[in-house]
T-cell receptor, first 115, second 113 residues
Framework: AQSVTQLGSHVSVSEGALVLLRCNYS??????LFWYVQYPNQGLQLLLK??????LVKGINGFEAEFKKSETSFHLTKPSAHMSDAAEYFC?????????????FGAGTILRVKS | DAGVIQSPRHEVTEMGQEVTLRCKPI?????LFWYRQTMMRGLELLIY????????DSGMPEDRFSAKMPNASFSTLKIQPSEPRDSAVYFC???????????FGPGTRLTVL
């Protein structure tokens, strides 16, 4: 069984400040981990993913995430927030093809960026 | 490359009417997923297909909902009869790789009056 917990349904940061969105997962198999972003009235867009190899993953728009197996975490960070980062962010876990490529999503975190 | 295509983008209908949502996955992708998103329940997986075969429909809320995938390039989600509580944004996503990376369409916003 797999599950995802995103800590904080809403996060507010000032423009230029560090963005940290927290994600913890549970998985009975080596996980594949994802972050998606959803802008208002749009579909989900892949930000980054961890499959194997390097545990620090870089994505689009300056975001990165680090897979920490010992902490079962995959937190999303960005050094300096921009107004255009305001959106909802979803963390997801997959067991891969063995699990039918299903993604289990967290509840989402709405990021607000203050000017 | 074209992404996942969904139609219509917006649908307004009256209670009791049949609604059909359409999805064209990315060419070459062998898995297709239907999701529903609401404020109250968040993002819910309704059903998914591998190689055009339904694998898991446990998320389909009730018999009023049905989904088909007659070929690798087309899928439909039908609601008959529709009810106001079906109002939501419905997303289609497709996947091709072993890790399960999914690519989402823009969604169909359904309003049932």
């Amino acid at each position: 069984a797999q599950s995802v917990t995103q800590l904080g349904s809403h996060v507010s940061v000032s423009e230029g400040a560090l963005v940290l969105l927290r994600c913890n997962y549970s998985s009975s198999v080596p996980p594949y981990l994802f972050w998606y972003v959803q802008y208002p009235n749009q579909g989900l867009q892949l930000l980054l993913k961890y499959t194997t190899g390097a545990t620090l993953v870089k994505g689009i728009n300056g975001f990165e995430a680090e897979f920490k197996k010992s902490e079962t975490s995959f937190h999303l960070t960005k050094p300096s927030a921009h107004m255009s980062d305001a959106a909802e962010y979803f963390c997801a876990v997959s067991g891969g093809e063995e699990y039918g490529n299903k993604l289990v999503f967290g509840a989402g975190t709405i990021l607000r960026v203050k000017s | 490359d074209a992404g996942v295509i969904q139609s219509p983008r917006h649908e307004v209908t009256e209670m009791g009417q049949e609604v059909t949502l359409r999805c064209k996955p990315i060419s070459g992708h062998n898995s297709l997923f239907w999701y529903r998103q609401t404020m109250m329940r968040g993002l819910e997986l309704l059903i998914y297909f591998n190689n055009n075969v339904p694998i898991d429909d446990s998320g389909m809320p009730e018999d009023r909902f049905s989904a088909k995938m007659p070929n690798a390039s087309f899928s439909t989600l039908k609601i008959q009869p529709s009810e106001p509580r079906d109002s939501a944004v419905y997303f289609c996503a497709s996947s091709a790789d072993l890790s399960g990376t999914q690519y989402f369409g823009p969604g169909t916003r359904l309003t049932v009056l």
